[in-house]
């Protein structure tokens, strides 16, 4: 015969105030680990979700990234005409050849942070579908003029719309901000690849986005330019490209299953502390079960499902805590190319279910010991008593 659940409810609500103290202290547990599995999925969307099937980025053999890549010129008119890539209603080959260099600005906070500011052309916007001009316009030559992620824009000095900002040996004016759909392009300065290259003194190319024909035709690009000895050049899907660089986040998400595993230590202690407290002034409660039949496995499954009860209303209210910070904007380094990416926190259905598990968890691990000692009381003690 098994307990009604209505007799564990009545029994949360006799006891409000330790209930309510402990459902919060599990809500925060809760909400600081959905909130840290957040920032880990919004960084690593913005690598993931970056790219394009049939896009490949080429750098120099032995580099990690394209800042680190520098390669002749020349040997970009050898790829752009490649058999395989593909061509516009023109005939222009679907390929950019571009610089990527990194600046060192202020915040608007005043700390100093790298950037990455990329020379490219307008083939490379027209590779780049996802970047939208929101303010402003594009860039023109000729006239060291620049456009700015609004994420960027935000967060650093001098980068606003209009604004001249001293970048490397020129003044530059932002004339235009711009989105990239969440991807890494999101966290760039873009000007045209003949000014920067310039204005760096390199006459050469970090990298070469170029768009493939087909699926058949991207694996005989890649097979054909890493083969190339001559060249020294390596091809990388952009997907993959980009998918290689979630290194970065790797700390974060260390650093936030750590956290979580702390509180959730202490939210198991609390639970416990709780439903031990609840035992012991319930010792004629649990007599009067006993003695009305029910069975100690019984007793404990009650007992333990009071926990979970408890733990699963601090998940859910943690879960609430943690919706507000869907979307909000935030910036870390990346360890690949030590420069500024700016993401957005990524709440996701699933994250809230793991948040809800992991409340639940707490609740098993907090309430067992309790529930144990409540179903292994002896009748003829607990009358005595």
């Known amino acids: 015969m098994r307990i009604p659940l209505k007799y564990n409810i009545r029994s949360l609500f006799q006891r409000k105030l330790s209930t309510a103290m402990t459902a919060f202290g599990v809500a925060l547990t809760v909400a600081i680990f959905i909130s840290m599995m957040g920032l880990v999925r919004g960084l690593d969307a913005t690598f993931i979700e970056t790219g394009h099937d049939l896009h490949l980025i080429v750098i ?31 005939g222009e080959p679907l390929a950019s050849g571009e610089i990527a260099v990194i600046i060192n600005h202020p915040r608007i906070t005043g700390e100093n942070a790298n950037i990455v500011m990329r ?3 307008h083939m490379g916007f027209r590779l780049r579908p996802e970047v939208r ?34 970048i490397g040996r020129s003044d530059w004016r932002v004339v235009g901000i711009f989105e990239a759909g969440g991807t890494a392009y999101d966290s760039e300065i873009w000007g045209t690849y003949e000014e920067i290259s310039q204005d760096w003194d390199r006459p050469l190319y970090s990298s070469i986005l170029l768009a493939a024909r087909d699926l058949a035709s991207t694996g005989a690009l890649i097979k054909r330019i890493n083969e190339d000895k001559r060249i020294h050049l390596e091809a990388l899907p952009q997907k993959k490209y980009f998918q290689d660089q979630t290194i970065s986040s790797v700390g974060i998400k260390s650093l ?19 439903m031990y407290a609840a035992v012991g002034t319930r010792s004629r409660e649990i007599g009067t079960l006993r003695a009305l039949g029910f069975r100690r ?17 601090g998940g859910v209210i943690g879960c609430l805590l943690a919706l507000p910070m869907h979307g909000i904007s935030t910036g870390t380094a990346n360890f690949m190319t030590f420069s500024e990416v700016v993401f957005n926190f990524a709440i996701t259905p699933i994250i809230l279910l793991e948040g809800v598990l992991f409340a639940v968890m707490v609740g098993l691990l907090g309430g067992f010991l309790p529930a144990r000692r409540a179903a292994r009381q002896e009748l003829m003690e607990v009358l005595r008593d």
């Not at 936030?256 to 639970?271: H, K, Q, T, V």
């Not at 496995?297 to 209303?313: G, P």
Request: proline letters at 1%.
């Open 60 to 90: 120099r053999q032995g580099s990690l990234n394209e800042v680190n890549s520098f390669f002749n010129g020349d040997l970009f008119q050898i790829i752009r005409f490649l058999p395989g890539v593909a061509r516009d209603s023109q």
């Open 119 to 121: 020379g490219t052309t």
């Open 133 to 166: 001009i929101v303010k402003g316009r594009r860039f023109r030559s000729g006239g060291r003029e620049i456009i700015v992620s609004m994420g960027l824009s935000e967060r650093f000095k001098d980068l606003q719309l209009e604004s001249v900002v001293h």
């Open 256 to 274: 936030g299953y750590f956290i979580a595993l702390l509180m959730g230590i202490g939210s198991c202690f609390a639970a416990m502390n709780t």
């Open 297 to 313: 496995a019984s007793i404990l499954s009650s007992f333990l499902l009071e926990s979970l009860l408890l733990s699963l209303a």
